[in-house]
């Protein structure tokens, strides 16, 4: 399966390409008053209003100093952006690759997987974004 591996705090993340549609650039986010704090804002895309969500807001990690990246999520015809780090590569991970986590805490965390130099947590947070 192609999953996505990006940084956020000099930690490693994966997420299924399937859920995201593209990846742009960070461009200007307009903020929302009285929004949740992990709403970044709103952004036009191309002629569509689209929510911004902060993933290290989302997942109470440390903000990056510098997000350059923005995930388009897609979720039937409904799409948000996910705002993080910085994206690294486009890869292919073997089933086998990927160990489950059973007892995390955090229902967006659905396991890890292990490289030669890093390992790198696999985030699942459509539900998070969408519900």
Request: aromatic share 6%; net charge negative.
């Amino acid at each position: 399966m192609q999953m996505i591996l990006f940084k956020m705090n000099e930690q490693s993340y994966l997420i299924s390409a399937d859920t995201v549609e593209e990846i742009i650039d960070t461009i200007h986010i307009t903020k929302v008053p009285l929004a949740p704090s992990w709403v970044e804002g709103l952004i036009n895309l191309r002629g569509t209003i689209l929510t911004v969500v902060n993933l290290a807001e989302l997942i109470e990690l440390e903000k990056p100093a510098d997000p350059r990246n923005i995930f388009i999520m897609k979720n039937g015809e409904e799409k948000k952006g996910l705002l993080i780090e910085e994206v690294v590569e486009v890869i292919d991970v073997q089933p086998a690759d990927l160990q489950l986590k059973e007892d995390s805490e955090f229902d967006y965390y659905s396991g890890i997987v292990s490289f030669s130099d890093k390992v790198a947590n696999v985030i699942d947070v459509n539900h998070l974004i969408f519900e």
